[in-house]
């Protein structure tokens, strides 16, 4: 079982950078590839970047690719969100998710674990 909790959420001007970090408990952490998702209001929640164990692989959404990166420290059991050059299409909440299975998922149902969130608001 793994619990996710997200932080670094905020409120930043367009063009603002801003770290996010999902803080995972339990000793099996290395054992999930890990995802971030956001959703904004009305919209459905969507696949924003992944990572896979051991985070030799990465893959990205088009919309963020070039501006956001994740990373992860197993020895932290932290998975980290950087998102620069943000813009105000970006504002959603931001939920990091672990995947036993499969890596890079573009899906919510391909995770097996959520965080409850935090807020990014990036005003114009």
């Known amino acids: 079982q793994v619990q996710l909790v997200e932080s670094g959420g905020g409120l930043v001007q367009a063009g603002d950078s801003l770290k996010l970090s999902c803080a995972a408990s339990g000793r099996t952490f290395s054992g999930y590839a890990m995802g971030w998702f956001r959703q904004a209001p009305g919209k459905e929640r969507e696949f924003v970047a992944g990572?896979?164990?051991?985070?030799?692989?990465?893959s990205y959404a088009d919309s963020v690719k070039g501006r956001f990166t994740i990373s992860r420290d197993d020895a932290k059991n932290t998975v980290y969100l950087q998102m620069n050059s943000l813009k105000s299409e970006d504002t959603a909440i931001y939920y990091c998710?672990?995947?036993?299975?499969?890596?890079?998922?573009?899906?919510?149902?391909?995770?097996?674990?959520w965080g409850q969130g935090t807020q990014v608001t990036v005003s114009s």
């Open positions: 998710a672990a995947a036993r299975t499969a890596w890079g998922a573009t899906i919510p149902i391909s995770y097996d674990h």
């Open positions: 990572i896979s164990w051991g985070g030799g692989r990465t």
